[in-house]
């Protein structure tokens, strides 16, 4: 139908085009909306205040209003403000002078009592803020020597499980109370409340995780009725003679059971030992204890205390002893321990019980006195210079004793990575020790793909490789400048995930002359108790074992 001349166009739109509209329109809004999440400028979403309009007739009116509220806000700010002081003033003055009063009479306890009372009666008479000042302090002198008592009692620390099979319960510390004071309190408290001595040692160092005092220590505890077993964890990180070794060496001063607690860090070069599963080598220690437990015969359960250095495995030897447990306990809190690859995870000490007839003690990792650290303590103490030119000759060789303990307490994953100040010494004392086997420095120069080291001024290598490293695994600085520190840190990072291979030797023989024979037929009636067959259990299982296979 044509319009007829003069007659308006109609403005009815089809359906159809009133819908596409609609579309386009909401199309745009979603993309505005998308593009305003990607507009990194920051918008408040409150709508901002438009004021009051221009036009309003009370305009001024209002804005008086406003700054005589403000203006009088502010002097009883002021007033409340000088107020506060002048009782801060009033309430100093008392204090004073019952304190003064307080302290003329401290030596008899009755007349200290009754002259406070009186002090605080007469000051709440002339200012009740200083009456209630002084009743707060001397609440808080009591709270104060009550808290000194329950710090001195070692019973409070012990905490029961009952009626789970597998439950946990975290006591016995502060959470971030990290003093060395507070893990001897721990450790003492372990060896008190426990039947058996988990010792955790670190397969590649087993003697730097090892203090011989705390054994002796743990021997001569209640009796000589504790019992100490060395387990040595990480075994998948050394190849089979060397795990031989160390176990001849170590069963001949207590019984030592290999074991390996969890699975290995990403690209981790390992060694597979065929017959030492985490599951054979866990169910295994966990047979041993249970057939210790119902030899005792005793009517509470047995108490299993783990000790060790810091990050030694730990945690993850209750972990993989509580995965030997089948039905709900294994479904339900496979994991009774946290775990991780840095030292101090855990810093409190946690129990877990298996059964009804064994406890478990996880405790948090502490560095032992060893022999040399005591002799060397002891010699500084007790020397005396001649003269004041060998002063700083002794501060020199102090400072290096302690750096070389630092570095080899890095070596050991026993000080978390945040807390190194200086990690260039462990990678020096690092490279001294794979320097010892050619096959091991080749090994760890191939992870990085460096060419061999080349000795700088003094004979460094250190400088050279820390500068290699840094450059492969682009740790650099502003201009391109090797950041050594951050190569360093990344080098200490690789050798507590077992990227780099090194371990230490077993000593050949028995160098420890205080061993005798009665100590001797104590250690084989301890293995005889733990019916520790199997497993490389015996000297004759040792050699039978030979195949590993690297991987890596």
């Known amino acids: ?98 304190v003064t009063a307080n302290g003329e009479n401290r030596e008899n306890g009755e007349e200290l009592l009754d002259e406070t009372m009186t002090d605080e009666d007469e000051a709440g008479s002339l200012n009740p803020m200083a009456a209630l000042l002084a009743s707060a302090k001397a609440q808080a002198t009591e709270y104060e020597d009550a808290s000194e008592d329950d710090d001195d009692d070692p019973k409070e620390t012990v905490n029961t499980v009952h009626d789970i099979d597998l439950e946990v319960s975290t006591t016995l510390t502060r959470p971030h109370d990290s003093s060395r004071r507070s893990f001897d309190k721990v450790y003492k408290n372990i060896l008190a409340s426990s039947d058996i001595i988990l010792y955790v040692l670190d397969a590649r160092d087993p003697n730097g995780t090892r203090s011989r005092e705390i054994e002796r220590e743990i021997t001569a505890a209640d009796s000589g009725s504790k019992r100490l077993i060395l387990i040595l964890n990480k075994i998948d990180l050394v190849p089979a003679p060397i795990l031989k070794s160390w176990l001849t060496y170590l069963r001949r001063y207590f019984p030592t059971l290999p074991l390996r607690a969890s699975t290995p860090a990403s690209n981790a070069r390992t060694f597979d030992h065929k017959s030492l599963t985490v599951k054979g080598t866990s169910e295994t220690l966990l047979r041993a204890l249970k057939s210790y437990a119902q030899s005792k015969h005793l009517k509470r359960s047995t108490t299993v205390g783990i000790i060790g250095y810091p990050n030694v495995g730990k945690s993850s030897v209750i972990n993989a002893l509580t995965s030997c447990l089948g039905g709900s306990a294994r479904s339900s809190q496979s994991r009774a321990c946290p775990v991780g690859a840095e030292a101090g995870i855990t810093t409190v000490l946690r129990e877990v019980k298996l059964g009804n007839k064994l406890k478990l003690l996880d405790s948090p990792g502490i560095v032992f006195p060893t022999a040399a650290a005591v002799t060397a303590a002891g010699a500084g103490a007790g020397a005396k210079p001649s003269s004041s030119s060998i002063e700083p000759h002794s501060n020199r060789s102090k400072n290096k004793n302690n750096d070389d303990a630092q570095a080899r307490l890095i070596l050991l994953n026993a000080i978390p990575p945040k807390q190194i100040t200086d990690p260039i010494p462990a990678v020096t004392l690092l490279l001294s020790r794979l320097t010892e086997s050619i096959g091991l420095l080749d090994n760890m120069l191939s992870v990085y793909g460096v060419p061999p080291l080349v000795a700088g001024v003094n004979g460094d290598v250190t400088t050279d490789f820390l500068v290699q490293v840094a450059r492969k695994r682009g740790r650099l600085g502003k201009g391109g400048v090797p950041n050594l520190v951050a190569a360093a840190m990344t080098v200490l990072g690789d050798w507590r995930d077992g990227r780099i291979q090194g371990w230490m030797e077993a000593p050949l023989g028995d160098t420890d002359d205080e061993r005798g024979r009665d100590e001797k037929m104590v250690v084989g009636g301890w293995a005889a108790e733990f019916k520790l067959e199997g497993l490389w259990g015996g000297d004759d299982d040792v050699d039978g074992e030979g195949d590993n296979v690297m991987r890596g």
């Open 1 to 98: 139908m044509v319009n007829k001349p003069g007659k308006p166009k109609s403005k009815r739109t089809p359906v159809r085009l009133r819908h596409k509209i609609e579309k386009a329109s909401a199309a745009k809004q979603r993309k505005t909306r998308k593009l305003a999440k990607k507009n990194p400028e920051w918008r408040s979403r409150l709508k901002k205040d438009p004021g009051i309009p221009n036009l309003f007739p009370y305009k001024d009116k209002i804005l008086q209003q406003i700054e005589e509220k403000k203006r009088l806000k502010e002097e009883e700010a002021l007033r409340r403000r000088a107020e506060a002081k002048s009782t801060r003033a009033a309430s100093a003055d008392t204090n004073d002078a019952v």
